[in-house]
């Protein structure tokens, strides 16, 4: 289902017209709330930096909102992978940023306005490695990309995500926000097995998926 679909079935649901920009912001809203309730393989990232030479703090990329795992490429080609520390743990255990070493902890930083916005790295780095950074990121919406993955695989749960966001614009009873909600608490159950179910084993450890008949 792509976004021109998404509308006409939204407003011939409710039986009620949006303009583009209200439904613009119903979509994301519902998209957001999506993409932060099941971990699907479509939101990981991966980035590669560069760490600087005597400078503690590694920037993100702009698209950024946590943190898989962080890991070190060494001149060997070995991953050294990261722990991941609150900031007050790094200013503790490396209060002096001239300290320099192959960095074995990271935490994240950010001020009110930039929010998070960078790493900070313990020790301080003393060689120009590259880093690999795994992270969660939310995908382009469907408003501007047109098609998404999510759209073009799990349309009933974009729809219904959609809609429920549609029945609180338009004020509707009680019950039939709730219908909406129950509709898309269902349809979430999908995408659920498949980015915190299947996507978490294989049937070579795991087995086949096997569900209880009724």
């Known amino acids: 289902m792509d976004y021109t679909a998404l509308k006409v079935a939204v407003e011939d649901t409710v039986e009620n017209t ?13 998209e957001q709330k999506i993409y932060q309730t099941v971990q699907l393989p479509i939101l990981r990232k991966t980035s590669t930096l560069t760490l600087i030479i005597n ?5 993100l990329p702009s698209d950024f909102l946590a943190a898989y795992s962080l890991a070190v490429i060494l001149a060997t080609g070995a991953y050294e992978f990261l722990l991941n520390k609150d900031v007050n743990f790094m200013r503790e255990s490396y209060p002096n940023p001239a300290s320099t070493g192959t960095p074995k902890y990271y935490a994240l930083d950010g001020t009110a306005s ?3 916005q960078q790493i900070i790295l313990g ?3 003393n ?5 690999e950074l795994n992270y969660f990121y939310q995908p382009e919406s469907i408003v501007t990309a047109g098609n998404t993955w999510l759209g073009n695989n799990f349309d009933t749960v974009l729809f219904n995500a959609v809609m429920v966001e549609a ?4 004020k509707a009873e009680q019950d ?5 909600v129950s509709e898309f608490n269902d349809s979430i159950l999908l995408p659920k097995d498949l980015g915190d179910g299947k996507n978490r084993t294989d049937a070579y450890r795991s087995g086949q ?5 009724k």
């Open 167 to 170: 029945a609180r614009f338009m």
């Open 114 to 116: 930039t929010l998070i």
């Open 18 to 30: 949006f303009s583009s920009v209200d439904f613009a912001t119903l979509t994301k809203l519902a």
């Open 176 to 180: 039939i926000v709730q219908l909406y």
């Open 123 to 125: 020790p301080t780095p």
């Open 55 to 59: 400078n503690r703090n590694l920037s």
């Open 209 to 213: 998926v096997r569900n209880p008949v």
């Open 127 to 131: 060689a120009a490695l590259n880093a």
